[in-house]
């Protein structure tokens, strides 16, 4: 289920927080980075593990270059968010096919500092839950990755993945059947 209307603070609209962040304000900047970051990692995650961290800090970055020229409401802003990300996800891709290195060293995510037995056990959940969408078909999972962890409708969807609304509805209601299928108990 997508997620509700942007709302950081309560009686403070997205279109405030936008303004306020086009303005400069950087608290408004963070708070829209708090609201959306965690589901464009979320997507990144799935799609490219490896890079993930580094193509969602690329996308901040053109988001925080091209703020000015965005106009829209908060639907519009996360589609252009996922869409400038799957953008950097390509460019990503591009570079490291032709610049094949094997990787140095391997760093453990670090726990969080609130609660970390909360933390872990929200992580592996999630961490489950991306690694099932993950051995879907790479089409479905992108699909599935965009209609439900980043909350956006088929035809932003669509829009993002170059494809038809109908291809959008096809592929994440495949995604969605075969993630069922895995999750169901044997013999049902």
Not at 21 to 40: F, I, K, M, S, V
Not at 93 to 115: E, F, I, Q, S
Not at 140 to 162: F, H, K, P, S, W
């Amino acid at each position: 289920m997508p997620p509700g209307p942007f709302t950081p603070t309560p009686g403070c609209d997205f279109a405030v927080v936008f303004d306020a962040a086009c303005g400069g304000d950087e608290r408004a900047l963070a708070a829209l980075w708090r609201e959306l970051h965690p589901a464009l990692l979320r997507y990144l995650r799935a799609v490219d593990p490896g890079a993930a961290e580094d193509i969602a800090s690329d996308t901040w970055l053109e988001v925080t270059r091209r703020l000015d020229r965005f106009s829209g409401d908060e639907r519009a802003f996360r589609g252009w968010l996922f869409t400038i990300a799957r953008h950097r996800l390509i460019d990503a891709r591009r570079r490291a096919a032709r610049h094949r290195t094997a990787p140095v060293a391997w760093l453990p995510d670090r726990p969080g500092v609130d609660d970390p037995a909360a933390d872990v056990l929200i992580d592996l959940s999630t961490r489950e839950s991306l690694r099932l969408v993950a051995e879907l078909p790479p089409e479905q999972a992108e699909a599935v990755l965009l209609r439900v962890m980043a909350g956006l409708d088929t035809d932003e969807v669509a829009q993002i993945m170059g494809k038809q609304p109908g291809n959008i509805r096809v592929l994440s209601h495949r995604g969605l059947r075969n993630l069922a299928r895995r999750l169901a108990p044997a013999g049902s």
